[in-house]
């Protein structure tokens, strides 16, 4: 069985799912973050006629989460409809190596929410850039 904070991220990020405005896709995802204070944030993939401007629902949670000055990720829950769930894109991975290093990946299809396949930030983007320092 799921921990509850897992079961509660998962659900949040259902929620969230619900208010993606993805109008030319149709493919709707929701994400959660959950704090290490506690908290949950949450987001929803926004796109864009100009296509290429999409953001999608991890980065519009992890934006939140920082401008709200959440700056310690414990996890970030995804859903969406796709046999499996939907694997985080490249430039999510980059913007959690930057931001949640150390955070779990919960990815869950969301009609089936209660299976929920976990991966770490590390293992989805091995070696990232995080710094202009050397
Ligand atoms: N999308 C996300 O929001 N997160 C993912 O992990 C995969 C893709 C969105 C972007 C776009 O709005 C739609 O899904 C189709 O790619």
Redesign the pocket.
Known sequence: MPKPSKTRLVKAAWQARER?V?P??R???G?ALLTRRGRVVTG????SASYGL???????ALFKALTEGEKEFVAIA?V?RSDGG????GA?RQLLAEYAPDAKVWIADARRPERVREFSVKELLPGPFVSLES
């Open positions: 993606a993805a030319y896709s493919f709707q995802v994400a929803a993939n926004v796109e999409t953001c999608c629902a991890e980065r519009v995804v969406a939907a694997m985080p894109c999510c």
